[in-house]
T-cell receptor, first 114, second 114 residues
Framework: AQTVTQSQPEMSVQEAETVTLSCTYDTSESDYYLFWYKQPPSRQMILVIRQEAYKQQNATENRFSVNFQKAAKSFSLKISDSQLGDAAMYFCAPDGFGNEKLTFGTGTRLTIIP | DGGITQSPKYLFRKEGQNVTLSCEQNLNHDAMYWYRQDPGQGLRLIYYSQIVNDFQKGDIAEGYSVSREKKESFPLTVTSAQKNPTAFYLC?????????????FGSGTRLTVV
């Protein structure tokens, strides 16, 4: 069974600064994907970024990037040039072929300070 | 536009009543999922279905039931056996293999017992 740990229940960052959200996981899969989802106050879940475990290169989507350390089973999300619209809950979720469940962490609430 | 529609947005249930939450998708996705979200917790899987007329229990299936008679529809019934149904419910869908694309979520239903 997969487990996911997000050790930072809450984080805050000044607008335009950079913040990193941490995630560690444990899976028995050898080939899998990792996702970060964002849940703003509207509660709509939005896919932020995904990482393929067999790729060494870290994924990047505009201001969002990941630091993927496969051996350490760590998958952190870096948000650069933070904007007010980035305020949300962020969930880390590993997934694997043949694994019928996408497991979510408990989330990190990110506050942006103007 | 393609997407997932959940209805109603808010639902109130009296003690002892069964209620049904609707989830419809026009993305032609094979798999559909129901998650429950409680304050301070991540998403917990209730039921999932990967093909029509087939579904599996998730981690917290007790007190819930589902059906998958059509590819587009995956309704969730919260029965009177569910002792603490007040929560936010999210429906999601995905192409297979899921890992390549992640989930698309609906906007959720807030269920309150009165």
């Amino acid at each position: 069974a997969q487990t996911v740990t997000q050790s930072q229940p809450e984080m805050s960052v000044q607008e335009a600064e950079t913040v990193t959200l941490s995630c560690t996981y444990d899976t028995s899969e050898s080939d899998y994907y990792l996702f970060w989802y964002k849940q703003p106050p509207s509660r709509q879940m939005i896919l932020v970024i995904r990482q393929e475990a067999y790729k060494q290169q870290n994924a990047t989507e505009n201001r969002f990037s990941v630091n993927f350390q496969k051996a350490a089973k760590s998958f952190s999300l870096k948000i650069s040039d933070s904007q007010l619209g980035d305020a949300a809950m962020y969930f880390c979720a590993p997934d694997g072929f043949g694994n019928e469940k996408l497991t979510f962490g408990t989330g990190t609430r990110l506050t942006i300070i103007p | 536009d393609g997407g997932i529609t959940q209805s109603p947005k808010y639902l109130f249930r009296k003690e002892g009543q069964n209620v049904t939450l609707s989830c419809e998708q026009n993305l032609n996705h094979d798999a559909m999922y129901w998650y429950r979200q409680d304050p301070g917790q991540g998403l917990r899987l209730i039921y999932y279905s990967q093909i029509v007329n087939d579904f599996q229990k998730g981690d917290i299936a007790e007190g819930y039931s589902v059906s998958r008679e059509k590819k587009e529809s995956f309704p969730l019934t919260v029965t009177s056996a569910q002792k603490n149904p007040t929560a936010f419910y999210l429906c999601a869908s995905s192409m297979r293999p899921r890992g390549a694309y992640g989930y698309t979520f609906g906007s959720g239903t807030r269920l309150t017992v009165v």
